[in-house]
């Protein structure tokens, strides 16, 4: 059984960086063929696609979010990161990782994966 456990900080001030840590369990995140997403829903709204890295190490970014993330590994911790820049308060939402055993649709089709973080609620406020 794969699981999913989203962490960091739950407050970000305006114009920070955002840092947001996917721990997997039970699953390698270098196994193929396997897409380790970011995805967020702001109170309110639908989900939102943010980006992936993939089984080698490829990223891919939704285009709207392009310019201000970066998705990074550490598969000595099975452990794949989120970093957001130069946040505002639109990017309060609550956080998920989740795996997808096919590169998914920018818009999020939840039947594209298989398993889901809880999720963890990040606010941007001063």
């Known amino acids: 059984q794969v699981q999913l456990q989203e962490s960091g900080p739950g407050l970000v001030k305006p114009s920070q960086t955002l840092s947001l840590t996917c721990t997997v369990s039970?699953?390698?995140?270098?196994?193929?063929?396997?897409?380790w997403n970011w995805i967020r829903q702001p109170p309110g709204k639908g989900l939102e696609w943010i980006g992936y890295?993939?089984?080698?190490?490829?990223?891919y970014y939704s285009p709207s979010l392009k310019s201000r993330t970066s998705i990074s590994r550490d598969t000595s911790k099975n452990q794949f990161t989120l970093q957001l820049s130069s946040v505002t308060p639109e990017d309060t939402a609550v956080y998920y990782c989740?795996?997808?055993?096919?590169?998914?649709?920018?818009?999020?089709?939840?039947?594209?994966?298989?398993?889901w973080g809880q999720g963890t609620q990040v606010t941007v406020s001063s």
């Open positions: 890295i993939d089984y080698s190490g490829s990223t």
């Open positions: 039970g699953g390698s995140i270098t196994t193929n063929y396997y897409y």
């Open positions: 989740a795996r997808a055993p096919l590169p998914p649709d920018v818009e999020v089709l939840t039947t594209q994966y298989d398993y």
